[in-house]
């Protein structure tokens, strides 16, 4: 047998136990112990049927990721499914916890199928930007229909056992020990004489019309291509001939594995689940946590104190006054009601929250017994420092103190308190109790344990926790402004607001950088520009006041109505509004400046190298710790597609040297702005990716 499968004879039931821990992936190990225990079990005198069983945490979560690109070994996954719909003998597989993927498959290849109430399947190969390559696109409709076979693997959604059994694909649903449960099952089947059932074998359903199947689901994956691929490979099996099909969607599978798309979305569950990954805090506990103080209930307020109780935290959120208070309530229950409307909380925890864990006040002196206060009031360091003298003179010893400032320096906000080795940012994205990401911003003096509070914190809220040093911006906003920068530049230059966004939009962007801006809030990046111009421009560095106007008459984007683009037939019907381009025309006019026209891959080439240039700096200063931790801030907080993998993971993709060498020409109009970063001329000389440094390599 093999190190990970073990055989065991019950009576006439061959039992194979599969124990590949953390998950059970599909690896070769397990591969090959599956196929020589069907094999034994096959020559095993009076076995009758085999039932497979996963140990541990689940029947298997899949093909083995990590064997992805490296040289295909045998047993293939779609070989070993054949073969065990070629036994003679009646395979059953019993799950629980997770059968994804491949997992799936093998389960598909089984002729019955049980689980307990708590197991789910899925195909979540989308995911990774590939489709099922072992038969499990020309298998799953045969149990379930098209449509509840694309929903499933177009979306990659985990079904639980009940659904899936009332979807045909789980024969039977049993609580108990799975292993238990499968003998059990399996003596029933053998003592009721039940035939051999081959899924291969039942009617594949068939579509009047692929086509219009296959462009909805592209309509609906904002430029990722294997959701679609599923549909031709289901096309696939209702066209051809079963083993023919087969070979088609191996065909599919692996042009999905060799191309662009998947490597960006590997990279992606990779990084991750590495992000929080820190040697430093090995080994460090973090403090706990029961009682969270939340300073300013605004929007990012509530939003955080939001997630903070849904996350099982109480909280107290401490405002100017009682109306204030009051709204600042309002708002949080408008946010638990969506929660509920949604299904996340129950009825009973609402209440619980509304009367028990939230508590509003307006006296410092309530937060004395707080073990973590987040401060989210206005973005002005003379306000942060107040409020941080407050927190200082109240607060418990070894309460952690936080400001989820978003620009800045917490070195500076840590200075004025007793205990800055007690003080980190935790920068939270609107609306906080939705959107994943989290900046664990670690200041000089920031102790290693209020460090892992932070990211135990983001954890306990579902988020994904990115350690960034202290800049102007730390890891995201700081590299937003430059490509926002490079983006005002190219419309200086020529371009639209408005053609900028569509291009980034077809690059697979959520919403264009414009688009962003209406939906942030113009009135923002309006403080940040009068905050600079205070603070002192370079005169090498160019400025574009258009946007100014617009502010200047009360037009903030979409919270006034109107901003670059005018939503007065709502939100999502955006049209230009019609004053930007005049305001355009005239700031270019007045600085002197010949318009040119841009293509589509002209403005994703200079958006792309401005990001990743400054990306590289960020990683080069320290301020992130790998280019990984960059890919995961924008791909968590920016709207950076996924199937791209995050910008330093795109230029790795299309070639760091060619980004440089353009940076270079742009250079040759604007050396200010394109200062190459010494990272990326370093990476180049070396002849080394982004990749390699993720991987602990050294430039
Ligand atoms: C496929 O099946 C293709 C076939 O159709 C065709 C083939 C020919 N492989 O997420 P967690 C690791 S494609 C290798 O933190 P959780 C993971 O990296 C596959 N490793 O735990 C992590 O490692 P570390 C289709 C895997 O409890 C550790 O396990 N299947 C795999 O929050 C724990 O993971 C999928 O896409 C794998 N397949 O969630 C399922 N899966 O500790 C992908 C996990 O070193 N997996 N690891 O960081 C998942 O969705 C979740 O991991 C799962 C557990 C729900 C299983």
Known sequence: MSDTVAYERHGDVAVLKVNNPPVNALSQSVRQGLLNGIERAESDDGVRAVLIVGEGSAFFAGADITEFGKPPMAPALPDLVDRMEASPLIIIGSMHGVSLGGGLEVALGCQYRLAVPSAKIGLPEVHLGLIPGAGGTIRLPRLCGIEAALDIMTTGKHVPAQQAHALGIVDEVRDGDPFENGLAYA?????????????????????????????????????????????????????????????????????????????????????????????????????????????????????????????????????????????????IEGNLAGALKRGKISAERHEEIMTKALTVVTDYAALSDADLVIEAVFEEMEVKKTVFKQLDAVCKPGAILASNTSYLDINEIASVTSRPADVLGLHFFSPAHVMRLLEVVVADATAPDVVATGFALGKRMGKISVRAGVCDGFIGNRILSTYRTCADHMILDGASPYEIDQALEEFGFAMGPFAVADLAGLDIGWAVRKRKRAEGLDPRARDAAYVDTICEAGNFGQKTGKGYYDYSAGAKARVPNPDVLPLIDAEREAQGITPKTFTKEEIVRRYMAAMVNEAAKVVGEGIARRPLDVDMTLLFGYGFPRYRGGPLKWADIVGVEGLLNDIKSYAEEDDYFWQPAPLLEKLVAAGKTFEHLNKGDTV
């Open 187 to 331: 003596n029933e089947l053998l003592a009721k004489n039940a035939p051999r059932r081959v899924v291969s074998e039942l009617e594949m359903p068939k579509s009047d019309d692929w086509d219009a199947l296959y462009d909805a689901v592209l309509a609906k994956s904002r430029g990722q291509i294997s959701p679609a691929m599923c549909v031709r490979s289901m096309q696939g099996g209702a066209e051809m001939p079963f083993a023919e099909a087969l070979l088609n969607e191996r065909k599919i599978f692996v042009e999905l594995l060799q191309g662009d798309q998947s490597k960006g979305m590997i990279h992606a569950f990779f990084s991750e689940r590495a992000v929080g990954n820190l040697p430093e805090l090995k080994g460090v506990d973090p403090r706990a946590l029961t009682q969270i103080g939340v300073i300013g209930g605004g929007t990012m307020g509530a939003g955080i104190a939001t997630s903070a109780l849904l996350s099982g935290l109480n909280v107290t959120m401490l405002e100017m006054s009682a109306e204030a208070g009051e709204a600042a309530r309002g708002r």
